[in-house]
T-cell receptor, first 111, second 120 residues
Framework: KQEVTQIPAALSVPEGENLVLNCSFT??????LQWFRQDPGKGLTSLLLIQSSQREQTSGRLNASLDKSSGRSTLYIAASQPGDSATYLC??????????FGGGTRLMVKP | EAGVTQFPSHSVIEKGQTVTLRCDPISGHDNLYWYRRVMGKEIKFLLH????????ESGMPNNRFLAERTGGTYSTLKVQPAELEDSGVYFC??????????????????FGSGTRLTVV
């Protein structure tokens, strides 16, 4: 049974800092891994998707890496801004096409 | 294109009552998924439709939950009778490509904003 863990559960940083969110999963036989963002009262916004054959993906200030063999992914946010404050969720897809989510990291970026 | 729409956005019902949640997927998306997040827990898979057929309902917690997708368009999730532990946020997602093979900038899953269900 796939289990996904995200560390830390909460993070508060001053504006401008670079930060790293961590995700680990127990079953390395994943099809892909997605990072989502959730704002309070809103749905999930997909940020980055990494196929199992890829090592990383980049979008703007975001960079996600994947080390499938060790069951780890990181989301790097450069030059954080108050608008980045949200909950960040990591999810993996196995052969069953369902997403298995981590508990999320609540990020607060202070002006 | 219009996104995934869920209705209602919030629902407060008494224990023992019935509630029906609705999801309208992106037009043309054959795959529709229900997920939920109960307080303090991770988002969990409930079930997966491919058109009008249930592909996987292994995540449905018990027989008080009934999902339908008549005609392969919108879907409903009925909880009858509702219990206190059913409180949480119910998300719907749709996808066109079941293998989620997407290029950068085009992502497989599109989620709705969720329905926050409170059972009192």
């Amino acid at each position: 049974k796939q289990e996904v863990t995200q560390i830390p559960a909460a993070l508060s940083v001053p504006e401008g800092e670079n930060l790293v969110l961590n995700c680990s999963f127990t079953d390395s036989a994943i099809y892909n891994l997605q990072w989502f963002r959730q704002d309070p009262g809103k749905g999930l916004t997909s940020l980055l998707l990494i196929q199992s054959s890829q090592r990383e993906q980049t979008s703007g200030r975001l960079n996600a890496s994947l080390d499938k063999s060790s069951g780890r992914s990181t989301l790097y946010i450069a030059a954080s801004q108050p608008g980045d404050s949200a909950t960040y969720l990591c999810a993996v897809i196995n052969a069953g096409n369902m997403l298995t989510f981590g508990g999320g990291t609540r990020l607060m970026v202070k002006p | 294109e219009a996104g995934v729409t869920q209705f209602p956005s919030h629902s407060v019902i008494e224990k023992g009552q019935t509630v029906t949640l609705r999801c309208d997927p992106i037009s043309g998306h054959d795959n529709l998924y229900w997920y939920r997040r109960v307080m303090g827990k991770e988002i969990k898979f409930l079930l997966h439709f491919v058109k009008e057929s249930k592909q996987d309902e292994s995540g449905m917690p018990n027989n008080r939950f009934l999902a339908e997708r008549t005609g392969g368009t919108y879907s409903t999730l009925k909880v009858q009778p509702a219990e206190l532990e059913d409180s949480g946020v119910y998300f719907c997602a749709s996808s066109q490509d079941p293998r989620h093979r997407t290029a950068i900038g085009s992502y497989g899953y599109t989620f709705g904003s969720g329905t926050r269900l409170t059972v009192v």
